[in-house]
């Protein structure tokens, strides 16, 4: 081969090489873009489960089950109640 065959296929070789670098550094901005959105949607879940926990806590509270069963169920203590304590 000759110097011109030489220099054109070298050529050919760093315009690949060049595409390839563009290529794989569009992907990986794709990529991280994609990342970040999912990381932004774990937050907003994360957010939401801590939300939810809050609520689940408050309506547990022996106040708050006390005062639905009276006003939703109509319910009352009972007249005459004895305790015993077993030992």
């Known amino acids: 081969m000759d110097g011109r065959a ?4 070298l ?4 315009l690949g090489s060049a595409l390839t670098v563009i290529y794989v550094k569009h ?4 990529l991280f873009a994609e990342l970040r ?4 949607q774990q937050d ?3 957010i939401h489960w801590g939300r ?3 609520q689940n806590t408050t309506l547990a509270t022996h106040s708050h089950v006390e005062s639905r069963v009276r006003r939703d169920l109509k319910m009352r203590m009972p007249d005459g109640v004895e ?3 077993l030992q």
């Open 6 to 9: 030489w220099m054109s296929l």
């Open 44 to 46: 907003l879940q994360v």
């Open 83 to 85: 305790l015993v304590r």
């Open 37 to 40: 959105s999912i990381q932004k």
């Open 11 to 14: 050529l050919i070789l760093v």
């Open 27 to 30: 992907q990986s901005r794709v």
């Open 52 to 54: 939810l926990q809050l």
